[in-house]
Nanobody
């Protein structure tokens, strides 16, 4: 089992920045692809960002490209989501997810159905 704990959420004004962290513990190893998703009130959960087990490959949703960055520190078993130029429409609960890349293929996953492990989420609220 892998446990994921998100942190770093909060209230920020439009145009501001936040950095979310997702710390993994338990049966961790180096070959986990990681992702961030978010769910706004009354909406379905949506993909935000993903990276490969090494961090060498990443992918961002169109809605956050140029504003958000995903990165990871493998030594700390932690993945980050740096969010700049935040907008009120970024308000949501942000979830971290992990899926083992068994063969170290360097892939990343953009569908929530592809992830086995999930964190509890952290609230991000952007005021206008």
């Amino acid at each position: 089992q892998v446990q994921l704990i998100e942190s770093g959420g909060g209230l920020v004004q439009a145009g501001g920045s936040l950095r979310l962290s997702c710390a993994a513990s338990g049966r961790t190893s180096s070959n986990y692809a990681m992702g961030w998703f978010r769910q706004a009130p009354g909406k379905e959960r949506e993909f935000v960002a993903a990276c490969s087990w090494s961090g060498g490959r990443s992918y961002l949703a169109e809605s956050v490209k140029g504003r958000f960055t995903i990165s990871r520190d493998s030594a700390k078993n932690t993945v980050y989501l740096r969010m700049n130029s935040l907008k009120p429409e970024d308000t949501a609960v942000y979830y971290c997810a992990a899926e083992r890349d068994t063969y170290y293929s360097g892939t990343y996953y953009v569908s929530e159905d592809q992830y086995e492990y999930w964190g509890q989420g952290t609230q991000v609220t952007v005021s206008s």
